[in-house]
T-cell receptor, first 118, second 111 residues
Framework: GAVVSQHPSWVICKSGTSVKIECRSL??????MFWYRQFPKQSLMLMAT?????????EQGVEKDKFLINHASLTLSTLTVTSAHPEDSSFYIC??????????????FGPGTRLTVL | DAKTTQPPSMDCAEGRAANLPCNHS???????VYWYRQIHSQGPQYIIH???NNETNEMASLIITEDRKSSTLILPHATLRDTAVYYC????????????FGPGTSLSVIP
């Protein structure tokens, strides 16, 4: 149980285009999901907290107008990288917080999405 | 704020126990010690967590010192598939706490 999926697993796009990444909790409902970014040879950096039915909370230094987050249902959060540029190329990872059962308040991570902007 | 300190890298011979240390001298009484690992180009994988007592599951053992200022993750019989970056994280188990990653320890299991 507690599986989180991401789609796509990798994407290549042209500079200036927008890219949407989906994060789904497959077997549980998640009122809160998190988005992380990871550059090569670095650790994961938390970008924002996605809350179902309300606005996302962004970490300091993360541009909310560039990284649009929509958490429209209890099993889906999306991250849209708008007007992507080569410096946005990174590994994007989501996680979902489980709020029932023995794993209460644990976070489970998706497999990640590799974004390459040409 | 860096709540944990880990060595940047370690080697371990295949089949041997891998002992990964973590210092968390400022841990508060209600904070848990969590361990995750990340195999190259994959998402983080939960390994184990504990509060005060030592814990063991099918993947690893977690030894927490009595003063809770440090802990050790033990992989009893390391395999090549255990090569990964291991993250020690201190956090509350509350609805408002988030998993914040430090640099972790890059473990290389050598044949």
């Amino acid at each position: 149980g507690a599986v989180v999926s991401q789609h796509p697993s990798w994407v290549i796009c042209k500079s200036g285009t927008s890219v949407k990444i989906e994060c789904r909790s497959l077997d549980f409902q998640a009122t809160t999901m998190f988005w992380y970014r990871q550059f090569p040879k670095q650790s994961l950096m938390l970008m924002a907290t996605s809350n179902e039915g309300s606005k996302a909370t962004y970490e300091q230094g993360v541009e909310k107008d560039k990284f649009l987050i929509n958490h429209a249902s209890l099993t889906l959060s999306t991250l849209t990288v708008t007007s992507a540029h080569p410096e946005d190329s990174s590994f994007y990872i989501c996680s979902a917080r489980i709020t029932t059962g023995s794993s209460y308040n644990e976070q489970f991570f998706g497999p990640g999405t590799r974004l390459t902007v040409l | 704020d860096a709540k944990t300190t880990q060595p940047p890298s370690m080697d371990c011979a295949e089949g041997r126990a891998a002992n990964l240390p973590c210092n968390h001298s400022t841990i508060s009484g209600n904070e848990y010690v969590y361990w995750y690992r990340q195999i190259h180009s994959q998402g983080p994988q939960y390994i184990i967590h504990g509060l005060k007592n030592n814990e063991t599951n099918e993947m690893a053992s977690l030894i927490i010192t009595e003063d809770r200022k440090s802990s050790t993750l033990i992989l009893p019989h390391a395999t090549l598939r255990d090569t990964a970056v291991y993250y020690c994280i201190v956090r509350l188990k509350t609805s408002y706490d988030k998993v914040i990653f430090g640099p972790g320890t890059s473990l290389s299991v050598i044949p």
